[in-house]
T-cell receptor
Framework: GQQLNQSPQSMFIQEGEDVSMNCTSS?????WLWYKQDPGEGPVLLIA?????ELTSNGRLTAQFGITRKDSFLNISASIPSDVGIYFC?????????????FGTGTRLQVTL | GAVVSQHPSWVICKSGTSVKIECRSL??????MFWYRQFPKQSLMLMAT?????????EQGVEKDKFLINHASLTLSTLTVTSAHPEDSSFYIC?????????????FGEGSRLTVL
């Protein structure tokens, strides 16, 4: 199945640094979601975006729905050790809630003290 | 928030046996649930869409006779891996929307790790 391209693939940063990651697609999506997955667990929703250009924050996390509808960005400010995990973007083409999500390839984040 | 729960969280079985994984929506009714598979260090790949009261819709390349899906009630979908083989070892995750919220947000279960010996 199709996947969205996420970059970077992995990041090693120091505690307190800011993090940026993005997700791109060759086709348009109407919804963008960002998830975090800890080892051995299911993904947990971080931020949902529904309109092109939308900028939404959740604590230290900020995500944007790209104007072209083909990309999205996630920023984490002042990283802490518990930010460690894999971050996935996911896009939905149709507006119906029963429509499928396509997942990105993931960004693995490591935070050092 | 919406909660989706899976059982078992991990299972080990012998090659050739069948394994059933349950996915429940705990505080909402889900007419549609999604089953994903995730291999180590890879992303989530959609296997099938489970529809309450009707047949599941399988993604290309996923064998419907091997991965049996039953969505008998609005709160329960089951995935049965039939005649499991070592290459079926993976992390299986279910998910569902809360139709009452109509936000399009997909909530995931804790995942079920299958190891086939």
């Amino acid at each position: 199945g199709q996947q969205l391209n996420q970059s970077p693939q992995s990041m090693f940063i120091q505690e307190g640094e800011d993090v940026s990651m993005n997700c791109t697609s060759s086709s348009i999506f109407n919804t963008w979601l960002w998830y975090k997955q800890d080892p051995g667990e299911g993904p947990v929703l971080l931020i949902a975006l529904y309109k092109a250009g939308e900028l939404t924050s959740n604590g230290r996390l900020t995500a944007q729905f790209g104007i072209t509808r083909k990309d999205s960005f996630l920023n984490i400010s002042a990283s802490i050790p518990s930010d460690v995990g894999i971050y996935f973007c996911a896009g939905r083409r149709n507006t119906g809630t029963a429509s499928k999500l396509t997942f990105g390839t993931g960004t693995r984040l490591q935070v050092t003290l | 928030g919406a909660v989706v729960s899976q059982h078992p969280s991990w299972v080990i079985c012998k090659s050739g046996t069948s394994v059933k994984i349950e996915c429940r929506s705990l505080d909402f009714q889900a007419t549609t649930m999604f089953w994903y598979r995730q291999f180590p260090k890879q992303s989530l790949m959609l296997m099938a869409t489970s529809n309450e009261g009707s047949k599941a819709t399988y993604e290309q390349g996923v064998e419907k006779d091997k991965f049996l899906i039953n969505h008998a009630s609005l709160t329960l979908s089951t995935l049965t891996v039939t005649s499991a083989h070592p290459e079926d070892s993976s992390f299986y995750i279910c998910s569902a929307n809360d139709p009452g919220k109509n936000t399009g947000e997909l909530f995931f279960g804790e995942g079920s790790r299958l190891t086939v010996l």
